[in-house]
């Protein structure tokens, strides 16, 4: 049975609850976890203390760490959960564990699901869905989605009703938690939630007390409740004196003419707008190849203009995500896609031997599906007497719009 390694110089510090958990310290981590410590935090790798306690066969601390709440079902940066890291090192008891407790969790979110109107018990959140902790960097997220939508496309899924359902949630889930401002509004109505006091269904269970404390820092209300019949009395006396009949000496009281509506015929309400799809990431090329491992080009699209000595350099070093990208030609009657090529994140790419010639770059960002081109620019190859001059071209993407070239969002047309 393979073990993972346990020396000193390799437990991880992230958190004092996860040192706890890789160096096999039972007490110290029963003391963080009473102490209210956030049992599912996730370090910059995106492993929770379950997941270092599973790598490092701490069957203890597994056991104490999952009757405290630990969720084995969290995606660490990497892709993995403590269920497969536990699987890949032969431990079985670990695994029975870790596959009992998520078959308990499974089984409280169905529930949970259900009974939507409940205002007990916790509530289930875009980070539930996601399978990452609400402190999860945005690395972790982005790494839990892809690993989320890799097993649950409906590509993949053909026989599962319910995949096209479950891809709607888990983009839901990452096109908020994405989201700085979306995220927060997110956390903001978690943290409303969480504290809205438990109270019941049905008014009729309350007893008079309680229907008291509630108002009694409302002194108005209070005093409305307990003398509403006085103000109804008075309000029916003003009636009776005030009505046709009344008695009342300026004269009697004559209504006006009534008031009409004239008759409108009916029109059919307009249609509504048509919703539009949300976006899933491709699990391969728009020509059903697969995408490379590494950036370079995507097999199946022709490599046009490949007589030149220019050559252009796609920088995507600034983002962590993916993209899809086309280098188009502009001197022609219409524009023309001359390379086509993959792009992972943190990476560039250069594409070389390309002819003179006006171009724009076109991409697609793989995982929120934005589409963008950048400016014309111009490749020149010009004869010298000693040779030829010509361009060395770099384009740097950057998350945002201000970069050192100005890109445009197009349409899929565009594309």
């Not at 007893?207 to 209070?222: L, W």
């Not at 697609?364 to 020149?380: M, V």
Request: aromatic residues 8%; contains cysteine.
């Amino acid at each position: 049975m393979a073990r993972a390694a346990n020396s000193a110089n390799e437990i991880p510090r992230s958190t004092p609850l996860i040192f706890a958990a890789a160096s096999g310290d039972a007490n110290g981590v029963i003391a963080l976890v009473m102490s209210g410590v956030d049992i599912n935090a996730q370090d910059e790798n995106g492993a929770t203390a379950l997941v270092y306690a599973t790598a490092f066969v701490r069957l203890e601390i597994v056991s104490i760490l999952l009757k405290a709440g630990a969720d084995p079902r969290l995606i660490a940066k990497n892709g993995r959960t403590a269920i497969e890291i536990a699987r890949d090192l032969g431990h079985n008891e670990i695994v029975e564990m870790l596959n009992a407790a998520t078959r308990s969790l499974d089984s409280k979110d169905r529930q949970r699901s259900s009974h939507r109107t409940e205002t007990t018990g916790p509530i289930h959140t875009h980070y539930d869905n996601l399978r990452v902790s609400r402190n999860a960097p945005i690395e972790v997220i982005r790494a839990a989605y892809r690993a989320l939508s890799q097993r649950h496309h409906p590509d993949r899924n053909s026989g599962n009703p319910e995949a096209a359902r479950i891809m709607t949630i888990i983009n839901t889930a990452y096109e908020t938690l994405s989201d700085p401002i979306k995220r927060a509004k997110h956390d903001d109505w978690i943290r409303r939630i969480e504290r809205k006091p438990k109270e019941t269904n049905t008014e009729s269970t309350l007893s008079r007390d309680t229907v008291a404390s509630d108002f009694q820092t409302d002194p108005v209300e209070v005093h409305l409740r307990r003398y509403w019949w006085l103000y109804g009395l008075c309000g029916l006396i003003a009636w009776a004196i005030l009505s046709p009949g009344g008695g009342t000496k300026g004269g009697s009281y004559q209504p006006g003419p009534p008031v009409t509506t004239p008759a409108t015929p009916s029109e059919p309400l307009p249609a509504p707008l048509p919703r539009k799809p949300s976006y899933t990431r491709p699990l391969q090329a728009p020509n059903d190849e697969p995408w490379p491992i590494g950036s370079a080009y995507v097999n199946g699209y022709q490599r046009l203009h490949r007589d030149g000595l220019s050559s252009v350099t796609i920088d995507n070093t600034q983002n962590d995500s993916d993209v899809f990208a086309k280098l188009v030609y502009l001197g022609g009657a219409d524009p023309l896609a001359v390379r086509v090529f993959f792009l992972k994140g943190k990476d560039q790419f250069t594409l070389s031997r390309v002819r003179a010639g006006e171009y724009d770059l076109r991409y697609r960002d793989l995982d929120s599906g934005a589409i963008s081109k950048s400016q014309p620019f111009e490749l020149k190859e010009t004869r010298l007497a000693d040779g030829i001059e010509y361009s060395r071209y770099t384009m740097t993407l950057y998350k945002v719009r201000d970069g050192n070239m100005h890109m445009q969002s197009i349409t899929e047309d565009e594309f």
